[in-house]
């Protein structure tokens, strides 16, 4: 691994535990980082539930904006884990609080998260 790419993965890192502890803070007891689990990813923070389903949640940390990309991704953890909603948090730069940062979600997915079922 290149320094930049440990470089990276350590920021990654950093952001997933801001995230988890920030849900955790604000009553989520069980919000945590995930362990990586490969083809079977299921998110990078998760113990976080709404209407007593999961949620997938992806978090990222760069200033190249992929949404779409990302979006994807979200959707395929959400898959893998049988959860109610996939969304993304992603890095607001010039910004270091976890309630400062953006969180990205399709229609479907917040209308979930709203209604407690999927569209």
Not at 14 to 30: I, N, Q, T, W
Not at 37 to 63: C, F, M, P, Q, Y
Request: charged content about 25%; glycine content about 10%.
């Amino acid at each position: 691994m290149t320094r930049t790419r440990a470089s990276a993965k350590s920021a990654g890192s950093s952001m997933e535990r801001l995230v988890a502890d920030y849900f955790k803070a604000h009553g989520f007891p069980f919000a945590d980082r995930r362990v990586k689990t490969g083809a079977k990813d299921t998110g990078d923070v998760g113990g976080v539930h709404v209407h007593d389903r999961r949620l997938a949640i992806e978090v990222k940390n760069t200033a190249k904006i992929s949404l779409g990309v990302w979006a994807a991704e979200a959707e395929v953890e959400r898959v893998n884990d049988q959860a109610l909603a996939g969304l993304v948090v992603h890095k607001r730069h010039g910004k270091g609080q976890a309630a400062d940062q953006w969180v990205t979600l399709t229609l479907a997915d917040f209308l979930a998260i709203l209604t407690g079922t999927r569209p």
